[in-house]
T-cell receptor, first 111, second 111 residues
Framework: QKEVEQDPGPLSVPEGAIVSLNCTYS??????FMWYRQYSRKGPELLMY????GNKEDGRFTAQVDKSSKYISLFIRDSQPSDSATYLC???????????FGIGTKLQVIP | DAGITQSPRHKVTETGTPVTLRCHQT?????MYWYRQDPGHGLRLIHY???????DKGEVSDGYSVSRSKTEDFLLTLESATSSQTSVYFC??????????FGPGTRLTVL
């Protein structure tokens, strides 16, 4: 079993929809959580990051962490065609321990 | 822009030849990482560095070596390239425990 599980998709939604992207993990030591957006043939771009549990909002994006369930989510409101990309979750334990990535979910927002 | 450049951006080489990829950062971050990204496997850590001349192996280090003689440069060497090392290689810097930034990537093809 992988430490981080993420549905690879693809996920297709109409423009304007609310998108929910999720990852589950098994390592209870994880406390730093990140979401990356990766456009085709580009490097991953850090989108959201959060420490421990709770919600964090930035514009149309909300990152949510539920440590009791070992479950993290990224919500995208009012999705746009420009949001079409692969979204990777990532997490690590304390300090500068290695970051473990999900496999990425491919999202397509249809105009 | 996290001030990370990678060179070359594209390379085609033949089996058995040595190849060196370069990662350069413009800021003085201590932690640097080399990943490879392959379909179905996601991002996998090859090697990382936690300071000048301080390096350690990641999960897929066989056939790769690294060097860091200056804070700003982290080199990845494929000692004798094989077709299984055809991949996209990303360098990353860790700024804080919950923020890691990636370079633009190097697309390597081994024939």
């Amino acid at each position: 079993q992988k430490e981080v599980e993420q549905d690879p998709g693809p996920l297709s939604v109409p423009e304007g929809a609310i998108v929910s992207l999720n990852c589950t993990y098994s390592n209870s030591a994880f406390q730093y959580f990140m979401w990356y957006r990766q456009y085709s043939r580009k490097g991953p771009e850090l989108l959201m990051y959060t420490y421990s549990s709770g919600n964090k909002e930035d514009g149309r994006f909300t990152a949510q962490v539920d440590k009791s369930s070992k479950y993290i989510s990224l919500f995208i409101r009012d999705s746009q065609p420009s949001d079409s990309a692969t979204y990777l979750c990532a997490m690590s334990s304390g300090g500068y321990q290695k970051v473990t990535f999900g496999i990425g979910t491919k999202l397509q927002v249809i105009p | 822009d996290a001030g990370i450049t990678q060179s070359p951006r594209h390379k085609v080489t033949e089996t058995g030849t040595p190849v060196t990829l370069r990662c350069h950062q413009t800021e003085n971050h201590r932690y640097m990482y080399w990943y490879r990204q392959d379909p179905g496997h996601g991002l996998r850590l090859i090697h990382y560095s936690y300071g000048v001349k301080d390096t350690d192996k990641g999960e897929v280090s066989d056939g790769y070596s690294v060097s860091r003689s200056k804070t700003e440069d982290f080199l990845l060497t494929l000692e004798s390239a094989t077709s299984s090392q055809t991949s996209v290689y990303f360098c990353a810097i860790r700024v804080t425990p919950d923020t890691q930034y990636f370079g633009p990537g190097t697309r390597l093809t081994v024939l």
